[in-house]
């Protein structure tokens, strides 16, 4: 089934989108974050340092004094300070609020941790000062410090590389965290989709009724089941009655045959009277009309319920017609219905794909036809013509015909054998229905009209 | 040429059902047929093909003991003489599955005692030649054995396409021959293209055979269709 990949690629580009959607939004919201917790360039600690550091002035004393604001600055955010002079190393200035555990000398060493540091866990800054150096001390817990903020030169470096490799190695772990999931349930549906495929193809199937989708493929089994019972139960009703009618048309055949028999021998009886050799002649005509219906309605069955596959092959139309219109001219003792061959002496080969004997009955019933419908004789005219891809035989008579009601009833009405409603107007013969059922199952039409000859015409279209 | 002499032949008819039986008898005797066998089982028919040979078999493909088919591989087994079916069945296999066998020709139920009388006649005429080797046209005479017409006291020898031409017009003598059958005839499967050599091939004939070959009167032409041998005598 082609939309069960397309689903999955659906459900894991949704997937992809969604996740990288995540990422996204979560870096952006983490950089505004940051942003937002990040001090500006006026309330950075440094700055405030670098500030203090240039607004504390030495006086004329030999004393320091802090400019106003500044002062009210570091008051107002709980901050001290204090100046530890350059040689001494010993603080010469400070705050009031600086804490008492602040100690009154520093060395190097302790000046160096503080720059990058805490004092007794006070977060400090430093400033410079044309006397020392400024340090401010922080409320604790106010900042928090990276006292050794070194990395490999190599991290740094590769950063993008490693971020581009973490992503596609979290992207790669989603997609198989995804797929294993999903296996399992692609599983279940695979047989089910491929039975729903199967049944309306009206084959039989069986899915395993095991993992996640049971139910459904239960379902689908029972649909199955359902399903066939009715094929085989119309199969079976279709098949009784073809064989029923086979079966009558055949048990009809043997006694047909003793009343043929004796009849005809009784209508040429030299002991029988002239009138008792007239009714033996419409036993032996009738009989032969009992006889061309049985084989009609046998092989209508069989055309009508596919029982009868058409054996199809090249063959040359003008030899099979030929040969049948010569088959009638043989047994057409008494000369009553002549015949004319009105085919174009240069056409001797029409092929087209055919089953032969099919097509050599349904010109038989046509000229059949025409010998039935007009008993007191006439002339039938049979022609061959090829067409563009296409071969047209026509077998027409100059006898009684038919009215414009009754062609258009024939060439559009559907025969009462093949009827589904209640049609008492349709009793016809069976021979043009074999006919139709014969040249449709080659892909063909069948014509129905009026003969230029005055009688009845049927042309027949099989495609070559 | 006459056909009395084919009325002599031996004739085994099997059929399950006595009044078909009679019925077929009594058509066959009515045209002069006087020597015919009857059977109702496989089982009486080879006992009956035993004790007197017959020169043609017609089977019923249904018996009461096994198919038509069995017991006509068994009759050929014993003798070599032509098999005509009666079949109730129209079914194309059969009809193939019989002449598959050697079946020599069939006829489904119901039929025309006249039919009948035709294919016997039809099949003993191409199965047995008679004594009399010459066929009788109208101005002269056919010699199948010799291939050779006799025309005013004249032996013409015929080609051996002139002879497959005609003999496939005198099996159906006084019928018509479609112009397909008889290029196949002579020249086998797929006779495409062969019209105009048959064309000149009868012309030949004619004039082996005919008084006038412009005006045949024994090999005629239907037009479009075929050709017609009339046989004198027949």
């Known amino acids: ?464 | 040429m006459s056909n009395d002499y084919l009325l002599d032949k031996h004739i085994l008819l099997v059929d399950d059902e006595q009044e078909l039986l009679d019925m077929v008898h009594s058509i066959l005797d009515e045209y002069g047929f006087h020597h015919i066998n009857t059977a109702k089982s496989i089982e009486e028919a080879i006992v009956q093909a035993k004790k007197s040979p017959p020169e043609l078999a017609i089977l019923d493909v249904m018996l009461s003991d096994g198919s038509g088919f069995d017991l006509m591989e068994q009759l050929k087994m014993n003798g070599d003489y032509p098999i005509l079916f009666l079949t109730a069945r129209g079914e194309d296999d059969d009809k193939f599955r019989g002449f598959g066998l050697g079946a020599d020709d069939y006829i489904v139920k119901p039929f025309l005692p006249k039919e009948l009388v035709f294919r016997v006649m039809a099949i003993l005429r191409r199965s047995y030649k008679g004594d009399n080797p010459l066929v009788q046209l109208k101005y002269s005479q056919i010699d199948f054995s010799r291939a050779e017409v006799i025309k005013n006291n004249e032996h013409i020898p015929l080609t051996a396409k002139e002879h497959d031409l005609l003999s496939a017009l005198y099996r159906n003598a006084g019928r018509i021959v479609t112009i397909d059958a008889l290029c196949e005839a002579a020249w086998g499967n797929n006779p495409f293209g062969y019209e105009n050599s048959l064309m000149a091939h009868i012309r030949r004939i004619r004039e082996k055979i005919e008084k006038n070959p412009s005006q045949p009167i024994s090999l005629v032409t239907i037009k479009g269709l075929g050709y017609k041998l009339n046989v004198e005598g027949k």
């Not at chain 1, 397309?6 to 940051?34: D, E, P, Q, T």
């Not at chain 1, 047994?331 to 061959?341: A, G, Y």
Request: charged fraction near 20%; glycine fraction near 4%; hydrophobic fraction near 40%.
């Open chain 1, 1 to 464: 089934m082609k939309s069960v990949p397309k689903l999955i690629r659906r459900f894991v580009g949704i997937l992809l989108l969604s996740s990288i959607l995540i990422v996204i939004i979560n870096v952006i919201a983490f950089v505004a974050l940051m942003a937002s917790k990040i001090p500006d360039e006026n309330t950075s600690p440094y700055s405030i340092a670098k500030e203090t550091g240039t607004a504390l002035k030495a006086t004329d004393s030999g004393n320091y004094m802090l400019s106003e604001d500044i002062s009210a600055r570091l008051a107002e955010n709980d901050i001290w300070a204090i100046l530890i002079e350059d040689d001494s190393r010993k603080v010469v200035w400070k705050t009031e609020n600086v804490p008492a555990t602040i100690p009154n000398d520093y060395t190097l060493s302790d000046i160096a941790n503080l720059s990058v540091g805490y004092l007794d866990s006070y977060p400090t800054y430093t400033g410079k000062h044309e006397n020392g150096i400024v340090v401010l001390g922080f409320p604790q817990k106010s900042f928090w410090k990276h006292i050794q903020p070194s990395w490999d030169y190599s991290l740094i470096a590769d950063l993008p590389k490693t971020v581009l490799t973490v992503l596609f190695i979290n992207v790669a772990l989603i997609l198989a965290i995804y797929v294993i999931a999903n296996i399992k349930l692609l599983k279940s549906i695979k047989p089910i989709t491929k039975g729903i495929q199967d049944l309306s193809a009206g084959a039989c199937v069986h899915v395993s009724e095991k993992g996640l989708l049971s139910e459904i493929s239960a379902n689908i089994n029972c649909t199955s089941d359902i399903l066939q019972k009715q094929q085989e139960q119309l199969r079976k009703k279709e098949t009784a009655r073809a064989n029923w009618i086979a079966g009558v048309s055949h048990d009809i055949r043997t006694p047909l045959s003793m009343v043929m028999g004796y009849a005809e021998q009784l209508e040429n009886s030299p002991n029988l009277s002239g009138t008792e050799r007239q009714k033996a002649f419409v036993i032996v005509k009738q009989s032969k009309r009992m006889k061309n219906l049985i084989s009609n309605l046998n092989l209508a069955s069989k055309l009508e319920y596919d029982m009868q596959p058409l054996v199809k092959k090249q063959e040359n139309a003008v030899a099979i017609v030929r040969q049948v219109v010569v088959d009638f001219m043989n047994m057409d003792i008494d000369d009553r219905f002549p015949m004319k061959w009105n085919t174009d002496e240069k056409l001797t080969v029409c092929n087209i794909s055919v089953d032969k004997n099919l097509l050599k009955r349904a010109i038989s019933n046509l000229i059949q036809n025409s010998i039935s419908h007009n008993e007191n004789g006439c002339t039938i005219y049979v022609s061959v013509v090829a067409d563009n891809n296409k071969c047209i035989i026509c077998v027409e008579d100059n006898g009684i015909g038919a009215s414009d009601e009754q062609i258009k009833k024939l060439n559009h009405a559907p025969h009462y054998m093949v009827c589904d409603t209640n049609t008492t107007e349709q009793r016809h013969g069976l021979g043009l229905l074999i006919v139709k059922q014969i040249v449709n199952g080659h892909g063909g039409t069948v014509t129905i009209d009026h003969s230029k000859y005055g009688g009845f015409k049927v042309a027949l279209m099989i495609p070559q």
